[in-house]
């Protein structure tokens, strides 16, 4: 199975600050035949359900505001915050799908400083 | 708008078995991928079951395989999962989460709609 490694576990950042979260993977995630990296974003807000950020490693999702990018190849990814509003209080996973079993970051706490 | 209602949560005792339904709405259920997702208190995210479109290809992870069985009714827009054997480690909530179904192959394999989750609690 591959092993993603989220860090930090937890991270307070002031308010218009920037944000950065890394995700490493046991095994590269960047599929030869497509050069696509299969790494996945998400934000689960207190009391919901996750959502969808990022995907492709880089590519965000319809409707994701601008501040939020992914970057990365191979087995090291980051997700940055360019300027924390307190609405982005939550807990954020990676996760591969290069292959199955899909497997998830543990998670990182983000914080108003 | 997409949503993904789940049910048949609730508390079981070790050993007992539970059937968790999904009901889809707002988008061509039958044009997408579908997965289970669980939560243990206070974790990360799992992903458990998968199941393609015609449900022809199932997959599981190690900790449900053998007791878990995901499926799927296209005519009512539904997906299932049944759980049998059930442990505490089973505990969390489950969400019911859809594959994107725009990526070339046999699907994307990220998730870009979820449901709000069901509980279960398995305990004695």
């Known amino acids: 199975d591959i092993v993603m490694t989220q860090s930090p576990d937890s991270l307070a950042v002031s308010l218009g600050e920037r944000a950065a979260i890394d995700c490493k993977s046991s095994q590269s995630l960047l599929y030869p035949s497509d050069s696509k990296n299969y790494l996945a974003w998400y934000q689960q807000k207190p009391g919901q359900s996750p959502k969808l950020l990022i995907y492709w490693a880089s590519t965000r999702e319809s409707g994701v505001p601008d501040r939020f990018s992914g970057s990365g190849s191979g087995t090291h990814f980051t997700l940055t915050i360019s300027s924390l509003q307190p609405e982005d209080v939550a807990i954020y996973f990676c996760?591969?799908?290069?292959?199955?079993?899909?497997?998830f970051g543990q998670g990182t706490r983000l914080a108003i400083k | 708008e997409v949503q993904l209602v789940e049910s048949g949560g609730g508390l079981v005792h070790p050993g007992e078995s539970l059937r968790l339904s999904c009901a889809g709405s707002?988008?061509?259920?039958?044009?997408?991928?579908m997965n289970w997702v669980r939560q243990a208190p206070g974790k990360g995210l799992e992903w458990i079951s998968f199941i393609d479109r015609g449900s022809v290809t199932t997959y599981y992870a190690d900790s449900v395989r053998g007791r878990f069985s995901i499926s799927r009714d296209n005519t009512k827009n539904s997906l299932y999962l049944q759980m049998n054997s059930l442990g505490a480690d089973d505990s969390g909530i489950y969400y019911c989460?859809?594959?994107?179904?725009?990526?070339?192959?046999?699907?994307?394999?990220?998730?870009?709609?979820w449901g709000q989750g069901v509980q279960v609690t398995v305990s004695s």
């Open positions: 707002g988008f061509t259920f039958g044009s997408n991928n």
């Open positions: 996760q591969q799908y290069y292959t199955i079993p899909l497997t």
């Open positions: 989460v859809r594959d994107p179904g725009y990526c070339s192959g046999d699907g994307c394999y990220f998730f870009d709609s």
